[in-house]
């Protein structure tokens, strides 16, 4: 098949269903690096996260003729990683308060003065700090640049929750990396 790279997701899909299973590889290359960090944002370490990315990958292989053409695949295959990064989180009993205690009021702009690369790793950890449901919706619309709907679909939230959830994220970070300092 000629220009795979040129090709939607969701035609490749159909092309490996139909008869070229060697195509995986093309999603997997597309994917790869993309799934690892949200997998890692989610749980906290990279090799778990990579147990959990080989693991989604297996089961999207497995399940592809459930998947509805006329959809994204992305937000599929997000669904998969989402769900086995939830399911290692609950296995490995890392549930962290949901930060009732703290004060959503807060005016204080954490990013001035940081260097970009010194904020993206403060960032980092601030993000590993705040509970999965905060963390998930804040490292999919932020990091994975992906839109409300597509969250709400692989959150299976609706689109208004995401958006609180989005919206409390941000404080609750703010919150951590001032605590943090």
């Known amino acids: 098949m000629k220009d795979i790279q040129k090709l ?15 195509l995986y590889i093309h999603i997997i290359k597309r994917y790869q690096d993309k799934l690892m960090r949200y997998a ?19 089961k999207t292989y497995i399940n592809l003729n459930g998947f509805d053409t006329k959809k994204k695949f992305s ?5 998969i990683v989402h769900n086995e990064a939830i399911n290692l989180i609950h296995r490995e009993k890392k549930q962290v308060s949901l930060y009732e205690d703290i004060d959503f009021d807060s005016g204080i702009n954490i990013e001035d003065g940081f260097v970009k690369k010194e904020l993206a790793g403060r960032a980092h950890n601030c993000l590993s700090k705040m509970s999965v449901i905060y963390r998930e919706a804040l ?4 990091l ?11 959150l299976r939230i609706p689109v208004g929750t ?5 919206n409390r994220a941000k404080v609750i970070m703010k919150k951590i990396c001032q605590q943090i300092k």
């Open 40 to 58: 890692s944002y989610l749980v906290g370490d990279k090799h778990m996260a990579s147990d959990v990315v080989q693991e989604s990958f297996i």
């Open 162 to 166: 995401v958006g609180t959830r989005i």
């Open 139 to 142: 490292s999919l619309y932020f």
């Open 75 to 79: 937000s599929y295959i997000y669904r």
């Open 8 to 22: 939607s997701d969701e035609k490749i899909v159909e092309a490996i269903r139909k008869k070229d299973k060697e």
């Open 144 to 154: 994975e640049e992906k839109s409300y709907e597509e969250i709400s679909d692989i």
